[in-house]
């Protein structure tokens, strides 16, 4: 498979969501894990997706599940912070490090191996199981705002704005992106998002002490019996907890009395007084919104243009994050310039 020469060492594998038994993917895995240790025999590979960073695989052994992260970019940012973050943090809450490296065949391929968390995403078990559950979902993130980081707020924003801005992207995405859209305006609405988050960030608030997962989506918080673990942990930052909590507001569309009954438990559960917690709250909450639309943004035109609208699971996941999290989105002044480009996206994704 030579198409990471297309993206710029970037792990764009199409992918399948089935077992794979043959072919070059299934050589490379069977390779990286006999190089580990000569008993992990996979009993089964699952292509389990991919994103712009890397591809990742279920592995069933005799023993146990694994997760396997690839990337075919040695110098991929967002899995050596998973890899740097999960050798620093051993957590009940997190996934469980078994090995990382890089691996050379024809080429050198960055991996991460570790172990596969068995439960539901709590976007699948909805907002009545949070409620029931919320103090256990609370104290989980407590213990994870413990852990550690050293990276900053402003490098967590860099990152951001480095990684997913078309703008510094491969001629080949630049290229595809241009065949459905005017690239400027493009690059127009990434630099107003950039700028609205900017203009409104506030290292008074923002900065701290605590770990702060930095994308605590609902898609990156599962459940099983009641027990919390937060995955995919490749934006961390040392700052201010409330961000986190902060996010999971926006991404899971919590508003009104909804939003503020959430707050209230937050605060009960901390002893926090209401008034002075929640301003804070509604300025993380700010931030948070403008890097998930930030974000957001850039899969879809992801999906558009390179995957060509053919992962539907992936394109309606999209598009229910995005109409979820749209009383949050539209307080952004910069909203209105994206919404525009969005939902041609979104309708010509919803009909193809």
């Not at 000569?38 to 279920?58: T, W």
């Not at 407590?142 to 050293?150: E, G, I, P, Q, V």
């Amino acid at each position: 498979m030579n198409q990471y020469k297309l993206f710029a060492g970037k792990a764009y594998s199409f992918a399948l969501n089935k077992e794979i038994k043959e072919g070059p993917n299934y050589d490379l895995i069977v390779k990286i894990l006999s190089d580990l240790d000569g008993s992990l025999k996979p009993i089964s590979i699952v292509d389990s997706g991919s994103n712009e960073s890397y591809d990742e695989y279920l592995i069933t052994s005799e023993e146990s599940l694994f997760t396997l992260k690839v990337s075919l970019d040695k110098n991929c940012q967002a899995l050596k912070n998973e890899i740097n973050f999960l050798k620093e943090n051993k957590s009940l809450i997190t996934p469980k490090y078994y090995s990382s490296g890089l691996i050379k065949s024809n080429f050198s391929v960055l991996f991460l191996l570790t172990s596969f968390e068995k439960g539901l995403d709590i976007d699948d078990l909805g907002v009545s199981y949070i409620d029931s559950n919320i103090k256990s979902l609370l104290f989980s993130l407590y213990a994870f705002n413990k852990l550690k980081t050293s990276i900053t707020p402003e490098e967590y924003f860099n990152y951001f704005f480095d990684n997913f801005s078309v703008k510094n992207g491969s001629d080949f995405l630049i290229e595809n992106i241009s065949n459905n859209h005017n690239i400027e305006d493009i690059y127009y609405v990434f630099d107003q998002i950039k700028d609205e988050i900017l203009s409104s960030y506030r290292p008074d608030i923002m900065s701290g002490n605590d770990t702060c997962h930095g994308f605590l989506s609902k898609r990156n918080v599962i459940s099983r019996n009641s027990v919390f673990k937060f995955k995919n942990l490749n934006f961390t930052f040392k700052g201010n907890r409330l961000y986190d909590f902060s996010f999971l507001l926006v991404s899971l569309g919590l508003n009104g009395r909804d939003y503020s009954y959430a707050i209230k438990k937050y605060c009960d559960s901390f002893d926090l007084v209401f008034k002075e917690t929640k301003p804070l709250i509604d300025h993380c909450t700010k931030i948070a919104s403008g890097i998930y639309l930030y974000k957001l943004f850039f899969d879809f035109l992801i999906e558009e243009s390179l995957f060509l609208n053919s992962r539907p699971e992936k394109v309606l996941s999209l598009i229910s994050d995005f109409s979820n999290s749209s009383p949050h989105l539209n307080r952004l002044s910069c909203c209105g310039s994206v919404s525009e480009i969005a939902e041609t996206i979104i309708s010509k994704q919803a009909s193809d």
